[in-house]
Nanobody
């Protein structure tokens, strides 16, 4: 069974930066495409960024140029570097994994999820 554990959330002022981490265990990390989603109160969970095993990436338009997804296969960890944070970025951020080579923006296409980490951005 895949287990995903996120860390790195917290409170930051607008314009600040945070780096989220997600540690993967249970199966072969390099077989999985990883993604970050977020969910703000009262809103649907939305795709933020994804990275395939060979480091192809995709970012949502709302975060392009500000957020960067990366992975360290030796550490079985995926990261989300968030910069120039805005109040509208505040949400619970979830790490997700799927055992396919392509990145999907659809929540239903991911099989495993972490417990989420909170990000608060004050103006």
């Amino acid at each position: 069974q895949v287990q995903l554990i996120e860390s790195g959330g917290g409170s930051v002022q607008a314009g600040g930066s945070l780096r989220l981490s997600c540690t993967f265990s249970g199966f072969t990390f390099t077989s999985y495409t990883m993604a970050w989603f977020r969910q703000a109160p009262g809103k649907e969970r939305e795709f933020v960024a994804g990275i395939s095993w060979n480091t192809n990436t995709r970012h949502a338009d709302s975060v392009k140029g500000r957020f960067t997804v990366s992975r360290d296969n030796a550490k079985s960890t995926v990261y989300l570097q968030m910069s120039s944070l805005k109040p509208e970025d505040a949400a619970v951020y979830y790490c997700a994994a799927r055992n396919l080579v392509s990145i999907s923006t659809m929540r239903s296409q991911y099989d495993y999820w972490g417990q989420g980490t909170h990000v608060t951005v004050s103006s």
